[in-house]
């Protein structure tokens, strides 16, 4: 049986589950019993270290299936492998694969795979165009719905050929796609909240506010991108009237920089209470809630939430970096992820707003011309 297994990787075992009632170690630290209890359907399990033993690496333990499945999603190893390990021992050792990612993330990555808390697991979509460069579109969204702790979908609307310094071409993608695409994700993970994004032109506009007619989501934040970090449009500005009437109507909460919110609005911004003045008149035009975000105006930005019923301020200072590549789209999908996890709008919105604070100000330093923002800043904050 012991050859069964590779001998070198028998020579790294280091951690393995055991059934215990009370107490339960990882690494020799003691840990509560309801603190992990859930950790596998009907086991009741712990973790230590303890020298090599390849004679005794199976339990025949009520843990069961559920580790099974752990080994093989984790280790590398095939189900028929597991078959041949000895089953007559009271411990499970994990593999040299579970040991190398550390007890704590085994422990994470076991509690999500639960079928209890993947039904807790929140959605959202990103209805966007694609930025082939990784920072700003659905690739940004995805990497904020990540972050978040929140699975992302994506139904892709045009795909931009751009990078840090300029835009090469935009391709839209056919209307019907784009509503086959928003059908395959709701008829089968319906998600908590929808960032919606470019939106290049009226035939996408559409498309897009049919999909949300017929499939009803909640809690919609839509990016009215209009035009890319360096000045290049990325939507037609005769289709603008269409998405006024057509899609913006349909939003939770619109997201236009002031430049956007101008051509909006139908009024130049150049102070904060002019910026009050284009929420409302969004606001009562659209119905939905309008932040109106401060990063173009001077000194610190200042974004300014209008509900219907009162004006919110949201401010941080203004970082020094020319980084600030797909900034909007990350904001919006912040806080369309806060929407997904449960947050009231006024709470989504100053989550999102420190979210982007922080991913500008641990920003990187990628490429010949606007730098991405740092989307997983608090991981690894310390590499930008």
Not at 347 to 374: E, W
Request: aromatic letters at 6%; one cysteine or more.
């Amino acid at each position: 049986m012991i050859s069964a297994f590779r001998t070198n990787q028998l020579l790294h075992f280091r951690h393995f589950i055991c059934n215990r009632r009370k107490k339960r170690l990882v690494n020799g630290v003691r840990l509560r019993y309801d603190a992990i209890k859930s950790l596998f359907a009907g086991g009741r399990i712990c973790v230590e270290k303890v020298k090599p033993d390849p004679l005794n690496l199976l339990a025949n333990t009520s843990v069961g299936s559920n580790v099974k499945r752990s080994l093989v999603a984790f280790s590398g190893y095939r189900s028929s492998e597991l078959r041949h390990l000895p089953i007559t021992g009271r411990c499970l050792s994990f593999l040299q694969g579970i040991c190398q990612i550390g007890v704590s993330l085994l422990a994470k990555a076991v509690r999500i795979s639960s079928k209890e808390n993947k039904q807790m697991m929140k959605t959202a979509l990103t209805i966007a165009g694609s930025d082939c460069s990784g920072g700003a579109g659905i690739q940004a969204d995805l990497k904020t719905f990540s972050a978040h702790g929140v699975f992302g979908m994506s139904a892709v609307t045009s795909v931009v050929a751009e990078n840090t310094v300029r835009v090469i071409s935009v391709q839209d993608i056919s209307p019907e796609s784009i509503k086959e695409q928003i059908d395959a994700v709701c008829e089968d993970i319906f998600p908590d909240a929808v960032k919606i994004g470019m939106l290049s032109g009226e035939e996408t506009m559409l498309a897009v506010a049919e999909s949300l007619e017929k499939w009803q989501p909640q809690n919609i934040v839509l990016d009215p991108v209009m035009y890319a970090k360096n000045g290049a449009p990325l939507m037609a500005l005769s289709a603008i009237e269409t998405l006024i009437e057509k899609v913006l109507p349909l939003a939770t909460l619109i997201t236009p920089n002031i430049p956007e919110a101008e051509h909006i609005a139908g009024m130049k911004i150049e102070s904060l209470e002019q910026t009050k003045e284009a929420a409302a008149a969004i606001q009562r035009r659209t119905g939905a809630a309008v932040l109106v975000k401060g990063g173009h105006a001077v000194g610190d930005a200042t974004d300014i939430l209008f509900d219907g019923n009162a004006y919110y301020s949201f401010n941080s200072p203004r970082i020094d970096t020319k980084n600030t590549h797909g900034t909007g789209c990350t904001l919006s999908s912040a806080i369309c992820s806060q929407l997904a996890l449960g947050a009231d709008l006024k709470t989504a919105v100053a989550g999102g707003k420190d979210y982007i604070t922080q991913a500008i100000r641990y920003s990187l330093p990628l490429g010949h011309g606007h730098g991405p923002t740092n989307h997983f800043w608090k991981f690894f904050g310390d590499q930008g």
